[in-house]
């Protein structure tokens, strides 16, 4: 019975479990960002973000307080204070040099390699001693393997939206994803608005071969095409630059486009055409007042794949756009740069990934609705 049309399948929990792993495959990643986002640089580099809502053990290096603020104490010389400014953490081991961070529990006295001595205390509070004043410009080294409660902080938004630095790079990264990505969607969409309508509409030799020649440009890989595309356009004249990056998207993205287009056109009510031609509407009239308002899902569809494959798009930038000066750094490109050539700051790349997916998430949830019915076309009729 299980097969009879109208009756509930016996698997229909399997395609609940599966839509469940989907969903949450694409949700934790972006979750993660989100959090991570909201972490300081040693959180990151000690813990993942399923626990940052727990203490954390980190490896920390902080320098105690400068010469200048030394005290004296009969005949001492004194510098004391917190080395984690009174924030809330307990130290479990510590150390006054790189190769050897946990010589030393909370409350032992090590030797300074300068003269004097210091002792740690679990809450971070130190106290340096000497005979002789302490010399130099800069605080001693001091490090600490300390338990550190759950902490989460906007500085990384503030770093990267109110520094001058940062903001001005991701302003300018932002209108040129924009520039590129906008006519990148709009170019192969149009193209492929009209191939797909005379794919399915119009008798015309050799449109099998046509099509399944689309087929097959399917599974064509985009790094094959990448160097001999960049040969064609300097060979031409085009160069690197805007147009060229928006043919490249173009050429990439019209297999798909055609082939998702003119599945849907294939499926509308051939009588609706039929009655327009014995009207006497032209093949034009017929598509633009007829067809392309009855595709709107088809295209909604495609669009959302194409914006955000152009707008988080890295490998088709840095081969067709001169980004050497700056003045057409996408935003992905930008991420990257932020990073340092150490490949440090992961907090600043977690914050800039978020704010540059704000763009792609708005347009997706306002045009999931036709996502659906668009992938869905031409598979019943």
């Known amino acids: 019975m299980d097969n009879i049309a109208g009756s ?85 081991a510590w150390g006054i040099s790189s190769r050897a961070i946990s010589d030393y529990t909370p409350g032992e006295t090590a030797e300074l390699r300068k003269g004097g001595r210091v002792t ?24 600490v393997t300390a338990t550190k409660p759950a902490e989460f902080t906007t500085q990384n938004y503030e770093n990267m939206l109110l520094d001058p630095k940062n903001v001005d790079g991701m302003a300018k990264a932002f209108f040129n994803t924009l520039t590129v990505t906008i006519p990148a969607t709009i170019i192969p969409i149009v193209v492929a608005a009209f191939a797909a309508y005379a794919l399915a509409w119009m008798d015309f030799p050799g449109r ?72 006497g509407a032209t093949e034009f009239q017929i598509f633009t007042k007829i067809i392309l308002p009855l595709s709107f899902p088809a295209l909604a569809s495609f669009a959302i794949f194409q914006f955000l494959w152009t707008w988080n798009d890295l490998l088709v930038a840095k081969v067709f756009l001169i980004d050497s000066t700056g003045q057409t750094t996408v935003m992905t490109a930008q991420i990257v740069e932020l990073l340092g050539t150490r490949g440090g700051n992961w907090e600043i790349l977690a914050t800039a990934a978020f704010v540059s997916i704000a763009v792609p998430l708005a347009v997706f949830f306002a045009m999931q609705k036709y996502l659906v019915r668009g992938l869905l076309a031409g598979s019943v009729k």
Not at 126 to 138: H, I, P, Q, T, V
Request: charged residues 15%.
């Open 208 to 279: 099998a071969l046509l099509i399944a020649i689309i087929v097959g440009l399917l599974v064509v890989p985009l790094q094959l095409a990448l160097i001999p595309l960049l040969k064609l356009h300097l060979g031409i004249g085009i160069g690197k630059g805007y147009l060229g990056t928006w043919l490249a998207h173009t050429g990439f993205g019209l297999p798909l486009a055609i082939y998702l287009l003119r599945n849907y056109m294939v499926g509308l009510p051939r009588d609706i055409i039929e009655n327009a031609r014995v009207d």
């Open 120 to 143: 740690v205390q679990a809450n971070g509070d130190y106290r340096m001693e000497n005979e002789e004043a302490f010399s130099g410009k800069r605080g001693t080294r001091i490090f």
């Open 8 to 92: 509930k399948s016996s698997l229909t929990w399997a395609v609940h479990i599966s839509v469940a792993f989907l969903v949450a495959l694409w949700l934790f990643p972006t979750v993660g960002l989100f959090v991570s986002s909201f972490r300081t640089a040693d959180q990151i580099a000690t813990s993942g973000w399923w626990k940052s809502l727990f203490p954390s053990e980190q490896n920390l290096t902080i320098r105690s307080a400068a010469p200048d603020t030394q005290t004296q104490d009969g005949a001492l010389y004194v510098i004391e204070g917190n080395l984690f400014d009174g924030d809330e953490a307990e130290i479990t």
